[in-house]
């Protein structure tokens, strides 16, 4: 007779390997998917992720919980940490009503359709009213599922996207990073100022040649083809599932970087993935800790790696010996002034690494206050550009460059935009704690080689799973918690020494 | 309150929508997937199919179609078939103990994988007992499903392929058309050594070229790549779903016409799925008619209309336009004698269209054979080899070239076979009632326009489903039952004339 805590990773098991289907057919959609067929994927997903769902709120899922519960706490922390995680996932699906769960899907997706005309048209009016009505579910769900975590509102959604971090531990850091931002921002704008103006390589770059390009330096990164595909699509993402990772990226013919950073910063996601616990496949423990420790695995590969000194060294050569033409923008100190380049503008998207903490506080600031009822939505496009003077000193020119330029709200994701800026401060604790434990690691970036780096993230990081929370991870890792004074010491040498 | 029926199209809906997701990751596994997803993917599958079986022997679907039963006889034709189908699915899945599926599923497994080592060996030894284990079990299987479906063994699994046809049927054909081999193989081989020999056109043709003809050539079959893709695997097929069909071929650059002529026989496939009722999407009824259906509409496509002397006259032109070269190989006269080659042979697969009915004959005879228990697995290669040499005059020099060449038996397929040559006459029937209807079908072959073609194929196959069985539908197409004559009027014209 299988024990109670046998029957729940069995079930889980199943949740997950449903969860591995729809993320297939997820990358299907965006890479290869003819529009013909985009109506019956969405049944598809919606009826995988339907049968996912029973799986995990049944009755029997509850009663195997108790049962399971009943028996004390699992001596081995991978188990114990499973139960509560499952016990968790349980506890954020049965805490909402059915109907409320339909109503938030259907409101988001009517929302984001109308966005994309209100963003083309920079014409906030037109989709106030769906976001008014996004934003009114969202705070009944945050209402439903704050006491049941025993947390608060904004801090349960937070919980969907990272666990193991509140607005408590969010608000200094990044009170603090503003703080900084107000006097290194001009500084850095006025040492760029002083440096000469950066070349750009000049193309074509035919998408072939950055194909095989990507290729070759996405494997130099660690990532194994035999476990991974690289395809193109309009919005690079890393997908797939870790034994069969799916990484995508577009091409310009006119500029290689896009491709080659963006690859390497997926391919940071994808070697997260490669590097859980196999053990503990298809486990909530198994999993990936959390969208911000996500983020910091790609942002460690493609900001703080592959925008090293060290790293650049190397690469110009490499870069001139594909491309040819004219070596001058190929020198690794061009290339560094070509991207590492600081610059106040409204997309977030489009921002460099001292300014992008900047929107994300702005967001993480008007979306509490949104959820609190601080705000009302009819407010929302002038306390986005009051706060954007504040934090950057600009007003943008329109709610295109303003408050419509993300989908995330439109689309119902609250809580999810802190996970940017806590990935990058993570990211730059990470690789100061790496750079202290592994002696040789950038001499090793020098000759394009990341093995040392990927070694210590498999060690301190992809190989524990969900075993921790976001700050027990970096304690773990880093022996702190989240503190950005390291992403600080980071930006400092990279753009005030 | 929805009625019996209602519920039962909506647990029927879902179970296709499962069925399409797996469609799709099998699409995937064959065209996409790095080696080291497989074992993933075999689980994603098992967990799909699974919860599509789930849902098909659930006690509720057995009571919602007891009480639409009870309702009576709906009056919509649609609708009445659409029942009978699902009970006819339920009453399949039903009739087998759950230990048999998952004894056969296994036993199917592990034989197709030491069967590929004794192809490879040609050592018929090796998976001799494996293969008695999957006959015995499959022999089980044909046992428990004839009682339920009220037929014999061996139809209730030639049942599982294609509906509406069984041996009554199917043997007085097959007798026929071996006494119309007999004299017509050796008459056709005489004309042929008269003609001159072919010339092939001279390579290399380079894939990216083959590509683009081919989807050329499709696009004018008909497909609409809106709801299509066209990629490359190992073993050509059509997957996907109707509304986004996936079609693949592999390129040979000595020789194009492997990837010209299977992608339009692929095409044909797809546009089968393309023409399906849209209106009974995802229901029994709006499905293919059945293998033998399916194929005539690949065979119709690829062998009836694209090695037409119209056709040809058209394609000759653009092939010499698409690759160069000396014009000589390119004409149709010679592209006929090229395509067009009656030979004895080992291969089924590499049969031509007169002689691999003769494979197809050998194969649905000892299969019955070895379900009626009249024949022991240890007696097959030699039975094979009494057969083949009575057929076609050849003895296999080994079991690789005998017994041992098809996948199908040893992964436990038995009843398959004879859809391929009730496809192949199935098509000329059809193509003869399609020339007979329209007039200008051949003018329009001629310019390489197969709108005429297609549009009487969806008037009369397509866009009847499953509404008839293959007799019904051939009826009803063609004002007669399955009548090898046109099959044989069709070869006579082309091999013997």
Same mark, same amino acid.
């Given at each position: 007779?299988?024990?109670?805590?046998?029957?729940?990773?069995?079930?889980?098991?199943?949740?997950?390997?449903?969860?591995?289907?729809?993320?297939?057919?997820?990358?299907?959609?965006?890479?290869?998917?003819?529009?013909?067929?985009?109506?019956?994927?969405?049944?598809?997903?919606?009826?995988?992720?339907?049968?996912?769902?029973?799986?995990?709120?049944?009755?029997?899922?509850?009663?195997?919980? +108790?049962?399971?519960?009943?028996?004390? &706490?699992?001596?081995?922390?991978?188990?114990?940490?499973?139960?509560?995680?499952?016990?968790?996932?349980?506890?954020?699906? =049965?805490?909402?009503?059915?109907?409320? *769960?339909?109503?938030?899907?259907?409101?988001?997706?009517?929302? !984001?359709?109308?966005?994309? @005309?209100?963003?083309?048209?920079?014409? #906030? $009016?037109?989709?106030?009213?769906?976001?008014?009505?996004?934003?009114?579910? =969202?705070?009944?769900? %945050?209402?439903?599922?704050?006491?049941?975590?025993?947390?608060? !509102?904004?801090?349960?959604?937070?919980?969907?996207?990272?666990?193991?971090?509140?607005?408590?531990? *969010?608000?200094?850091?990044?009170?603090?990073?503003?703080?900084?931002?107000?006097?290194?921002?001009?500084? $850095?704008?006025?040492? /760029? $100022?002083?440096?000469?103006?950066?070349?750009?390589?000049?193309?074509?770059?035919?998408? %072939? *040649?950055?194909?095989?390009?990507?290729?070759?330096?996405?494997?130099?990164?660690?990532?194994?083809?035999?476990?991974?595909?690289?395809?193109?699509?309009?919005?690079?993402?890393?997908?797939?599932?870790?034994?069969?990772?799916?990484?995508?990226?577009?091409?310009?013919?006119?500029?290689?970087?896009?491709?080659?950073?963006?690859?390497?910063?997926?391919?940071?996601?994808?070697?997260?993935?490669?590097?859980?616990?196999?053990?503990?496949?298809?486990?909530?423990?198994?999993?990936?800790?959390?969208?911000?420790?996500? @983020?910091?695995?790609?942002?460690?590969?493609?900001?703080?790696?592959?925008?090293?000194?060290?790293?650049?060294?190397?690469?110009?050569?490499?870069?001139? $010996?594909?491309?040819?033409?004219?070596?001058?923008?190929?020198?690794?100190?061009?290339?560094?002034?070509?991207?590492?380049?600081?610059?106040?503008?409204?997309?977030?998207?489009?921002?460099? &690494?001292?300014?992008?903490?900047?929107?994300?506080?702005?967001? #993480?600031?008007? @979306?509490?206050?949104?959820?609190?009822?601080?705000?009302? *939505?009819?407010?929302?496009?002038?306390?986005?550009?009051?706060?954007?003077?504040?934090?950057?000193?600009? =007003?943008?020119? +329109? +709610?295109? /460059?303003?408050?419509?330029?993300?989908?995330?709200?439109?689309?119902?994701? #609250?809580?999810?935009?802190?996970?940017?800026?806590?990935?990058?401060?993570?990211?730059?604790?990470?690789?100061?704690?790496?750079?202290?434990?592994?002696?040789?690691?950038?001499?090793?970036?020098?000759?394009?080689?990341?093995?040392?780096?990927?070694?210590?993230?498999?060690?301190?990081?992809?190989?524990?799973?969900?075993?921790?929370?976001?700050?027990?991870?970096?304690?773990?890792?880093?022996?702190?918690?989240?503190?950005?004074?390291?992403? &600080?010491?980071?930006?400092?040498?990279?753009?005030?020494?």
């Amino acid at each position: 007779m299988n024990s109670a805590y046998d029957r729940l990773t069995a079930r889980f098991a199943r949740i997950a390997t449903i969860g591995e289907a729809n993320a297939m057919l997820g990358w299907d959609a965006s890479a290869m998917m003819p529009s013909g067929g985009a109506a019956a994927r969405g049944d598809q997903l919606a009826v995988l992720a339907g049968l996912a769902h029973g799986l995990l709120i049944a009755p029997e899922a509850g009663d195997e919980l +108790d049962w399971a519960e009943s028996e004390g &706490e699992p001596a081995d922390p991978w188990r114990a940490t499973n139960l509560r995680l499952m016990r968790h996932a349980h506890t954020r699906a =049965t805490a909402l009503p059915p109907d409320l *769960v339909e109503a938030q899907a259907r409101a988001n997706s009517a929302c !984001e359709k109308v966005w994309r @005309e209100a963003r083309r048209t920079a014409d #906030f $009016a037109l989709v106030r009213q769906h976001l008014a009505e996004v934003v009114r579910l =969202t705070r009944e769900t %945050a209402a439903a599922l704050a006491p049941a975590l025993g947390m608060g !509102e904004y801090d349960a959604l937070m919980d969907g996207y990272q666990r193991g971090i509140g607005v408590a531990d *969010v608000a200094p850091v990044f009170a603090k990073y503003e703080a900084f931002l107000r006097w290194a921002l001009p500084q $850095a704008e006025e040492r /760029q $100022a002083r440096d000469p103006a950066p070349e750009r390589p000049v193309g074509p770059f035919p998408a %072939a *040649v950055q194909e095989a390009l990507c290729r070759r330096l996405s494997e130099r990164a660690g990532l194994d083809y035999r476990h991974a595909r690289l395809d193109r699509s309009t919005h690079p993402f890393c997908g797939g599932t870790p034994t069969d990772v799916r990484i995508t990226t577009r091409y310009d013919e006119t500029d290689f970087a896009q491709s080659l950073l963006g690859v390497l910063h997926e391919t940071g996601h994808a070697l997260y993935e490669r590097g859980l616990p196999a053990a503990h496949a298809r486990q909530p423990v198994g999993e990936a800790a959390g969208m911000a420790a996500h @983020e910091s695995q790609s942002l460690i590969v493609e900001m703080q790696a592959s925008r090293s000194d060290a790293f650049l060294s190397w690469l110009g050569p490499e870069l001139h $010996a594909t491309f040819g033409g004219d070596p001058g923008p190929y020198a690794p100190a061009n290339l560094g002034r070509l991207w590492r380049r600081v610059g106040r503008g409204f997309i977030r998207v489009d921002a460099d &690494e001292m300014t992008y903490p900047a929107h994300v506080i702005l967001r #993480f600031r008007l @979306e509490q206050a949104l959820i609190a009822g601080d705000l009302g *939505v009819a407010d929302l496009p002038g306390a986005w550009n009051d706060g954007f003077k504040a934090l950057l000193g600009l =007003t943008p020119p +329109d +709610d295109a /460059q303003g408050c419509l330029q993300d989908i995330h709200w439109y689309d119902g994701a #609250f809580g999810y935009f802190p996970s940017y800026t806590l990935g990058a401060m993570a990211a730059a604790q990470l690789m100061a704690a790496a750079r202290r434990d592994v002696a040789e690691l950038d001499a090793a970036l020098g000759r394009g080689d990341f093995a040392p780096l990927l070694g210590w993230l498999r060690a301190n990081v992809h190989g524990r799973g969900s075993l921790l929370g976001f700050n027990d991870l970096l304690r773990a890792a880093t022996g702190k918690p989240l503190d950005p004074a390291d992403f &600080e010491a980071h930006l400092t040498a990279r753009y005030l020494a």
